[in-house]
């Protein structure tokens, strides 16, 4: 079973570009996370999708930042300006409805904005 | 007070000993806990879940969870160096499925 994938690996930017970072969940899990790890730390939640809904997205910084998971499969996350302060290392993870909220991440995108 | 709490280390145990990692959390309605294994430029791992008072054992690791005193703890008996990674402890607290992560305890076996 394949797992978690994000792309890209790495994205240099500079500040007050637009960056697009893309999730695939597992096949067939319903839940998709975004995390975000700033230098130093802990990672921290941004929001959870059900399907294409947003079920919780108390943990969105900002405005600038837009995350869209259209037909419930793949997601992707916009940060628009990018700031200084955006940089960091952008994980998702999935986990299937009604197994617990045990979450399988991805590799992360790391982000600098220069 | 932060929500979830480690050490950050770094633990120093040699080879074949039991590496202890602890983690506390101020959210007494916290329902699930986890045990996340993340090597250096690496995605998290989950390597133990445990939802009830106790021990839970998985192999040479054992989870203990004591909700009276918000307490977690991660035991990996006989050591490996390969074992060698940052540990990070995860809460969730119910309702929504976001979880909490603490910064992680950094973990060296030495030879």
């Known amino acids: 079973e394949a797992g978690v994938t994000q792309f890209p690996s790495h994205s240099v930017i500079e500040k007050g570009q637009t960056v697009t970072l893309r999730c695939d969940p597992i096949s067939g899990h319903d839940n998709l996370y975004w995390y975000r790890r700033v230098m130093g730390k802990e990672i921290k939640f941004l929001l959870h999708?059900?399907?294409?809904?947003?079920?919780?997205e108390s943990g969105m910084p900002n405005n600038r930042f837009l995350a869209e998971r259209t037909g419930g499969t793949y997601s992707t996350l916009k940060v628009q300006p990018a700031e200084l302060e955006d940089s960091g290392v952008y994980f998702c993870?999935?986990?299937?409805?009604?197994?617990?909220?045990?979450?399988?991440f991805g590799p992360g995108t790391r982000l600098t904005v220069t | 007070q932060k929500e979830v709490e480690q050490n950050s280390g770094p633990l120093s145990v040699p080879e074949g000993a039991i590496a202890s990692l602890n983690c506390t959390y101020s959210d007494r309605g916290s329902q699930s806990f986890f045990w996340y294994r993340q090597y250096s430029g690496k995605s998290p791992e989950l390597i133990m879940s445990i939802y009830s008072n106790g021990d839970k054992e998985d192999g040479r690791f054992t989870a203990q969870l004591n909700k009276a005193s918000q307490y977690v703890s991660l035991l990996i008996r006989d050591s490996q160096p390969s074992d060698s990674a940052t540990y990070l402890c995860a809460v969730n607290s119910g309702g929504y499925q976001k979880v909490t992560f603490g910064t992680g305890t950094k973990l060296q076996v030495i030879p």
């Open positions: 993870a999935s986990s299937p409805t009604g197994d617990g909220p045990e979450q399988y």
């Open positions: 999708f059900v399907k294409e809904s947003k079920q919780d």
